[in-house]
Nanobody, 116 residues
């Protein structure tokens, strides 16, 4: 079993920065993808950023240029650096891991609130 735990959320001012961290524990024998998703109030969960085992990154258009994802090679940690925060970044942010066996795991989520 794999467990993902996020940290770093909170109440922020627009224009500020924050760093979300996620730690994975358990039986991780490699991964395909590490990522961050978010769910804003009244909306579907959406991709924020992801990074593959090979280091390829993808970013949502709404955050590109403001966000950087980084992960370790073992798949045990993934961070999300967010700059120039906007009120529309307010959401619950979820850490995501897909193992080499194609099994998906999610964290419990961390709330990010950006005030204008």
């Amino acid at each position: 079993q794999v467990r993902l735990v996020e940290s770093g959320g909170g109440l922020m001012q627009a224009g500020g920065s924050l760093r979300l961290s996620c730690t994975a524990s358990g039986s991780i024998r490699g991964f395909n993808v590490l990522g961050w998703y978010r769910r804003a109030p009244g909306k579907q969960r959406e991709l924020v950023a992801r990074i593959t085992e090979g280091g390829r990154t993808n970013y949502a258009e709404t955050v590109r240029g403001r966000v950087t994802i980084s992960g370790d090679s073992a798949g045990t940690a993934v961070d999300l650096q967010m700059n120039s925060l906007k009120p529309e970044d307010t959401a619950i942010y979820y850490c995501y891991l897909q193992t080499v066996y194609g099994i998906d795991y999610w964290g419990q989520g961390t709330q990010v609130t950006v005030s204008s």
